[in-house]
Nanobody
Framework: QVRLVESGGGLVQAGVSLRLSCAAS????????MGWFRQAPGKEREFVAS????????DYQDSVKDRFTISRDNANNMVYLQIDPVKREDAGIYYC?????????????????WGQGTQVTVSS
């Protein structure tokens, strides 16, 4: 099992760069594929990005692939999501997720571990 704690959210201005962090702990967190999801106000949670355990493969929602970058540091059990530049439509709660295989992320299938989320609010 793996525990996930997100940080880095808050009130940000549109146009700036923002980095969200996710600290993973528990049993061999470096062996999990990791992902980021977001839930905008009044909308369902949606897939944003994922990265394989060894960083070889990344996957992005089409609408964010030009501005979002997912990365990980297995030595420190951290996963990051860089947003550059931030847009108003990026507002929402961002969730870190872990799974044995990244293939479950887009369908939000079984076997996903979730963090509690970090809120991103965007001002114009």
């Amino acid at each position: 099992q793996v525990r996930l704690v997100e940080s880095g959210g808050g009130l940000v201005q549109a146009g700036v760069s923002l980095r969200l962090s996710c600290a993973a702990s528990g049993r061999t967190p470096g062996s999990y594929a990791m992902g980021w999801f977001r839930q905008a106000p009044g909308k369902e949670r949606e897939f944003v990005a994922s990265i394989s355990w060894n960083s070889v493969r990344t996957d992005y929602q089409d609408s964010v692939k030009d501005r979002f970058t997912i990365s990980r540091d297995n030595a420190n059990n951290m996963v990051y999501l860089q947003i550059d530049p931030v847009k108003r439509e990026d507002a929402g709660i961002y969730y870190c997720a872990a799974a044995g295989d990244a293939s479950v992320f887009r369908s939000m299938g079984l076997g996903i571990y979730w963090g509690q989320g970090t809120q991103v609010t965007v001002s114009s």
